[in-house]
């Protein structure tokens, strides 16, 4: 491990967790600095990437009119942010729906979105690019689905009294923290994943730029853009369950040199709020960040 990994390593276990990261220079020779960057992590809302790759896709290949409107039902009201938590029915074009998905983290948009373009869409966008190990098993839906099921509530129970319910040794034993039982991947593969994003190679130039731009508008400035200054441009996705903080994401620089960084961490603690492990995000991002800069000027 060198100096810079280390002190990467040394930053997470300070804020209580374990870390895992891959950041590499897109367009750059090759350098990167990696921590556990091939082993297995859960992606939780990361995941949205390659959902919103799909729908780009869809969009540009004109099987899907983005300006299309479409309703978010009562199906969906699972809880969250955006269209997720509201306590009517909700109607917006597809457009605005990817909007949501990935700048605020909008679970409903992300399955109402996900159902549209349908699994088989999505999996394609992870075989072109070579991504054998990431594995996503189903949407937001199917993630809670497996968190009632494990606490043996039924699939129309009320999944916050569940959690609230759970003692910490049940909730150790979810699926959805488990790599090797829910969607995840490993940061190495979401590096490339985002590097084919922004080299126009996951898919069409529009479709890639799509992405790109709602990628560049997420809300969430305590992770990742913690570590950087307003100079640098961040294009990014987080990523939460009980234990799991992660984000993604696009860094460019004024002189035109961009990073793609992927951090993933699993705390010590199932504290509701980790302030911490968000900060050690950001921190972690700038070191790796800033050694591909100076190790390649």
């Known amino acids: 491990m060198s100096k810079v990994e280390q002190r990467i390593s040394d930053a997470f276990l300070a804020a209580g967790a374990r870390g895992f990261l891959h950041a590499r220079e897109i367009g750059g020779g090759g350098g990167e600095v990696a921590v556990g960057a091939d ?22 290949a004109g099987r899907l009119d983005e300006t299309e409107r479409t309703r978010v039902g009562p199906r969906y009201r699972i809880g969250g942010i955006g269209t997720a938590g509201c306590a009517d029915d909700v109607e ?25 373009v349908g699994q088989e869409a999505v999996d394609r966008v992870l075989t072109d ?10 949407c937001c839906e ?24 759970a003692t910490p040794e049940q909730t150790w034993k979810l699926a959805v923290l488990d790599p090797e039982r829910t969607t995840a991947s490993t940061p190495r593969e979401i590096t490339t994943l985002l590097e084919a994003i922004w ?29 950087f200054g307003s ?13 799991v903080r992660n984000e993604a994401g696009v860094l460019s620089y ?38 591909l800069r100076k190790e390649t000027p």
């Open 254 to 291: 004024p002189d035109g040199r961009r990073f793609a960084v992927a951090v993933f961490t699993r705390a010590d603690s199932l504290a509701e709020r980790q302030p911490a492990v968000d900060a050690a995000i950001g921190k972690a991002a700038r070191l790796a960040v800033d050694h």
């Open 39 to 60: 082993d297995p992590v859960v992606l939780a809302s990361v995941f949205k990437i390659p959902v919103a790759v799909a729908y780009a896709r869809e969009v540009v």
């Open 199 to 227: 080299t126009d190679r996951a898919g069409d130039a529009a479709a890639c730029e799509r992405v790109r731009t709602i990628m560049a508008q997420q809300i969430w400035p305590h992770r990742i853009s913690s570590g």
């Open 231 to 243: 100079d640098v441009r961040i294009a990014a996705k987080t990523g939460t369950l009980p234990a």
């Open 129 to 138: 690019l070579d991504l054998h190990r990431t594995r996503l098993i189903g």
């Open 92 to 116: 917006l074009s597809w457009r605005d729906l990817a909007l949501f998905m990935l700048t605020m983290s909008d679970n409903a948009a992300t399955d109402v979105i996900y159902h549209r």
């Open 142 to 165: 199917d993630l809670f689905a497996s968190v009632l099921a494990d606490l043996g509530a039924g699939e129309d129970a009320d999944l916050d009294a569940v959690f609230a319910g």
